[in-house]
């Protein structure tokens, strides 16, 4: 049984690509970079590893913008049109396709990466991630538990503060999360 391919391109349609299979994940990410890149509140990517993703014309024609020369990701676009294509990750040997980019795929994210960067709030029922998708081998703390672990810290701390004898025990750092 062989796997889909779906295609996608470039916006003037100089570079075009394959993406086989369905995506490992699919993502809204509010990271700052991402968000400045394709020039929107949140960007919609679908991660694949990096040998399902390939470029059937205009190779030639992308470009790479890397922030930093040992950056983690490297994004690629046109350099006709300046479409956001992909953003390649080494580290994890995954590509974030841009969604819009592929144009027979339908786009039903799975959870919110870089939520804590975000300037738009989603009520959507997905999980949210503080960083990167822990799926995919990333320290990724899920944002709302971590929130409201911090608020039940916060209301108990207050509450044992109270009582005289462990005040003096909540100062001490290990103690008190050993308490918490």
């Not at 990271?31 to 470029?55: D, N, T």
């Not at 799975?110 to 975000?118: D, G, Q, V």
């Not at 409201?148 to 001490?172: D, W």
Request: proline share 4%; aromatic share 8%; with cysteine.
């Amino acid at each position: 049984m062989s796997e889909t391919v779906h295609s996608g391109g470039c916006l003037c349609g100089a570079v075009t690509f394959e993406v086989i299979g369905e995506p490992f994940t699919m993502t809204y990410c509010h990271c700052e970079s991402c968000r400045c890149w394709v020039s929107a509140p949140v960007m919609g990517g679908c991660l694949y590893h990096a040998e399902k993703v390939r470029i059937v014309g205009g190779a030639d024609k992308l470009a790479v913008f890397k922030r930093t020369e040992d950056s983690g990701s490297h994004r690629k676009f046109c350099q006709n049109c300046g479409s956001a294509l992909f953003n390649e990750h080494p580290s994890i040997k995954m590509i974030d396709v841009m969604a819009v980019s592929i144009s027979d795929l339908v786009f039903e994210p799975k959870l919110h990466t870089h939520y804590s960067e975000k300037i738009v709030s989603f009520y959507d029922g997905l999980p949210k991630y503080k960083g990167f998708d822990p799926a995919v081998g990333a320290q990724g703390i899920h944002f709302l538990s971590s929130l409201a672990s911090q608020n039940i810290a916060i209301a108990i701390r207050r509450y044992l503060s109270s009582i005289p004898v462990l005040t003096a025990l909540l100062r001490k750092p290990t103690i008190a999360m050993a308490v918490l």
